[in-house]
């Protein structure tokens, strides 16, 4: 079966559908081992950000995979405190330092704070100009977010990374971005765990000889989202890389998203306080 494992960004950088996010994943020896497990089982996104303060491993972890960089696409993120023109630069510099790269592949502005990201965004597309970042991003930003930035910008965000799971499928959201031509990036795509026991997924996935873990990621990838899951263990990393090989029906599809109850696990993008 073929399925299409890239996705071309509207600016031509080429994605890979799924990634290894590593929120939560401990500096050290954690996320050296994540990161090498993950590029040596075939992954080539690795999904961090200056707040989950890992990058200095997340290099590290490269380096020790044997891949080279130019087949890696990373990501990182611009975080809240260090939002403004000026800092923004700082931020940025500061995170490839700790990676140890000399480009990344995405930047991100990590949550829409109020009064402030329109100046990061600024700063944001000279970094893309500079071609330090390969393409540059949002994350958690709501339609009206959007809208605000693209009133000043000269750069069209390529990618949202928003919550999006089974019991949050944000299509209204996932629908306005298409039509702007942003891709779409879940974040907590697994619910962070806790909706692998639902009975629906189990008895989907028993059809398919597959874990309700594997389905959630097949069912974002043929929903055209791209997809981060995390973990720190060897064979899970494994097992949700593991999604190439079946293809769920439009039934099932549609079963999964008939579990869509509104919920965040995480903040409301118009409603954090950090
Ligand atoms: N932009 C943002 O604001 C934002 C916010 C949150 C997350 N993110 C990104 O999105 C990534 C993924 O989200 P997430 O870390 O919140 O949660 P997630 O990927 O939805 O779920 C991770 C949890 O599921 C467990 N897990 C993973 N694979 C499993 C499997 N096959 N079977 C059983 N359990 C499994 C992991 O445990 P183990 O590790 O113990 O295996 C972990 O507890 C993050 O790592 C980060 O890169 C971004």
Sequence with gaps: MSFEKTKELANGSIIPRLGLGVWQVKDGSEAVDSVKWALQAGYRLIDTAAAYKNEASVGEGIRASGIPREEIFITTKLWNADQGYDSTFKAFNESLDKLGLDYVDLYLIHWPV???????????????????????????????????????????????????????????????????KIAVEAWSPLGQGKILENPT????????????AQVIIRWHLQSDIIVIPKSVHEDRIKQNFDVFDFELTDE???????????????PDPDNFDF
Excluded: C
């Design 252 to 266: 099932d599809i549609n079963r999964i998203d008939a579990l869509n109850t509104n919920e965040r696990l995480g």
């Design 114 to 180: 109020e009064g402030k990201y329109k100046e990061s965004w600024r700063a944001m597309e000279e970094i893309y100009q500079s071609g330090r970042a390969k393409a540059i991003g949002v994350s958690n930003f709501h339609e009206h977010h959007i809208e605000d930035i693209l009133k000043e910008a000269s750069v069209v965000p390529m990618v949202d990374q928003i919550e999006i799971h089974p019991t949050l499928t944000q299509e209204p959201l996932r629908k306005f971005l298409a039509e702007h």
């Design 201 to 212: 997924l189990v008895e989907i996935g028993e059809k398919y000889n597959k874990t309700a």
